[in-house]
């Protein structure tokens, strides 16, 4: 890749106990060290493919704008969210994707969630927030927040149907809360 790379941060809390929502799903996290960066790598030019695709660069450089674009995301990933787990999504043994989750109250912040096209629509993302929400619940954190390009239209209306609500906009981006529900004493 060209740059020097960042290492993950050491994860800081007991998250892959929470399981659950995964298992029935067939998935696994696995916490992410630096041999998983040519799948994350890989992932992104995936996630960027179609942006690309209208784009007439020979293949030399489509490959240099990715890689330092995935570099510069990751180096921003790993310093301004030091305190994050950073996970490989495992399905049946394949990597399938990443989930980058900040685990701390009032509300737990999705960084990332993404899967390899393949895998998108059957039913593993909503899992995947399913999981953080219950981590968010049985930490006693408020919710959990996140961002979306609102030009996602998938992801915006996965986001809506697990409960998550429009609270604002930063730029292209709309920010999205999930409130842990009262609880009744």
């Known amino acids: 890749m060209g740059m020097a790379v960042a290492p993950f941060p050491v994860q800081r809390h007991d998250a892959l106990a929470y399981v659950q929502p995964l298992a029935a799903h067939g998935m696994e996290l696995r916490l992410a060290t630096l041999d998983d960066l040519p ?11 179609g942006e690309l695709d209208q784009v007439d660069w020979p293949e030399q450089a489509r490959r240099a704008f990715l890689d330092s674009q995935f570099q510069l995301q990751h180096q921003h990933f790993v310093t301004y969210f030091s305190a994050a787990d950073f996970y490989v ?4 043994g394949v990597d399938i994707g990443r989930f980058y989750l900040l ?26 927030l399913a999981w953080a929400k219950q981590r968010a619940l049985d930490s006693q954190a408020q919710g959990v927040d996140l961002h979306v390009d609102e030009r996602n239209l998938g992801a915006k209306r996965l986001y809506t149907r697990q ?21 009744l004493n």
């Open 89 to 92: 999504v495992v399905r049946e």
């Open 39 to 49: 799948f994350m790598r890989e992932l992104y030019g995936q996630l960027r493919a």
């Open 163 to 183: 409960g998550f609500q429009h609270i604002g906009a930063e730029g292209p981006y709309l920010r999205m809360r999930w409130e842990v529900p009262s609880r």
């Open 103 to 128: 685990s701390q109250s009032p509300y737990f912040l999705v960084i990332d969630i993404a899967l390899l096209p393949a895998w998108r629509n059957g039913g593993l993302g909503a899992a995947l």
